[in-house]
Structure formats: C-alpha cells, structure tokens
T-cell receptor
Framework: DGGITQSPKYLFRKEGQNVTLSCEQN?????MYWYRQDPGQGLRLIYYSQIVNDFQKGDIAEGYSVSREKKESFPLTVTSAQKNPTAFYLC????????????FGSGTRLTVV | DAKTTQPNSMESNEEEPVHLPCNHS???????IHWYRQLPSQGPEYVIH???SNVNNRMASLAIAEDRKSSTLILHRATLRDAAVYYC?????????????FGQGTELSVKP
C-alpha cells in the first residue's frame, strides 16, 4: 500500500544533541512538507520541498535543517539551535499542482530532556 | 497568509447531521478551501476540498457561500469515530506555492 512512513514514532534526546527524523513516501508525490504541532495547537510549517535538491523555509525554520536528495525521502534535522524542540512532528506529501490534498504520516513525538 | 476563523469547539449527537462553519473573508479568487481532520496523536486526514461549487464525497459535503467568504463542512450522520479536530484551510498558490497553513481548528465531540 502507498503511504508515508515516519520513524521513529517516539524519540528521546538529551538537550544539545542534534536529531534526525525520517520521512519516506512511496506515493510518487513531488512535494513534501514538515510541520510541527505543540499541545492544543494547530500545525506550523517548518520546511517544504517541491522538487529534488530544492527546498524552502516555512514559518518556523530556525533551528531546523532538511535535505531532499531523493524524491521519496525528506529527512528533518532538529539542531541544538532549536530552543524548544519538544513537539509532535508531522511529515506530508502531495502531487503538484495540489488537486487531491496532502497525505500525512503518523508523526514522530520528540522529547528533549 | 490567508486566514480562516472557526469555532473552538462544537458538540453533536450520534447519527445526527453536523454543520461545521468556517469564515474566510480575505479569500482570493484562486484560493482553494480544504478541510482536514485530526485524531489525537495522529496525522491529519484529508476530508474534502473545493474552489467555488459545492462538493460531495463519501466522507462529507462542502457547501461554499456564493461570495466564497464562508463555507460549511457537513457530516451527514455523525458517528463516534467522527470526533476529532477539524481544520478549515485556505490553499493559496499566488506567492505561497500552494502550501497549507493550518489554524486552530474546531474540536468536535460526538455524544452517543
């Protein structure tokens, strides 16, 4: 079945460490997105990519980095520069133009202690 | 960014219709209206989207006002599994690349 896989589901890290969240899709979608969600809040866009080897900052890109070396993969690195990294991270993908909506992964819950 | 306004929460009885409102007075002519829903600790799920005309699919109906400044998501018979946070989102292509900007959403509770 086609879909988006985020791993791991839960992740714990010590403060000051970089951590990379995985996102893989087998939907042959062109565009991929990373969102962050804090408790009781809506989703906020971190980064997005519409084509391999290209990506753009979203609304809260500071402290994060991404790469898009393959169409099916869009990993997100949470760096030590991110001041409040504990959150629920969601990856999504879509075709371009976006006629059928986004497909979301099941998320990674990151806790930094 | 184009913005939407939704009630924070709504209640419904099981097997009754639910009308979830959304205001988007700053919508432009090329903005699409999307609805997603999210269960706790899960990723959002696409529900429906439209541009100008009313839309129906197996999950719901989308009624869009003639001036496009508001829309309503209609769940025809609410079930307990429909309890979720529902997000109304404007998708702007001009200068935004078609990305979705989420607001706070409406938390729908369904009573048996």
């Amino acid at each position: 079945d086609g879909g988006i896989t985020q791993s791991p589901k839960y992740l714990f890290r010590k403060e000051g460490q970089n951590v990379t969240l995985s996102c893989e899709q087998n939907l042959n979608h062109d565009a991929m997105y990373w969102y962050r969600q804090d408790p009781g809040q809506g989703l906020r866009l971190i980064y997005y990519s519409q084509i391999v080897n290209d990506f753009q900052k979203g609304d809260i890109a500071e402290g994060y980095s991404v790469s898009r070396e393959k169409k099916e993969s869009f990993p997100l690195t949470v760096t030590s520069a991110q001041k409040n990294p504990t959150a629920f991270y969601l990856c999504a993908s879509s075709n371009l133009p976006v006629n059928y909506g986004y497909t979301f992964g099941s998320g990674t819950r990151l806790t930094v202690v | 960014d184009a913005k939407t306004t939704q009630p924070n929460s709504m209640e419904s009885n099981e097997e009754e219709p639910v009308h979830l409102p959304c205001n988007h007075s700053t919508i432009s002519g090329t903005d699409y209206i999307h609805w997603y829903r999210q269960l706790p600790s899960q990723g959002p799920e696409y529900v429906i989207h439209g541009l100008t005309s009313n839309v129906n699919n197996r999950m719901a109906s989308l009624a869009i006002a003639e001036d496009r400044k508001s829309s309503t998501l209609i769940l025809h018979r609410a079930t307990l599994r429909d309890a979720a946070v529902y997000y109304c989102i404007l998708q702007t292509f001009y200068n935004q690349g078609g990305k979705l900007i989420f607001g706070q959403g409406t938390e729908l509770s369904v009573k048996p």
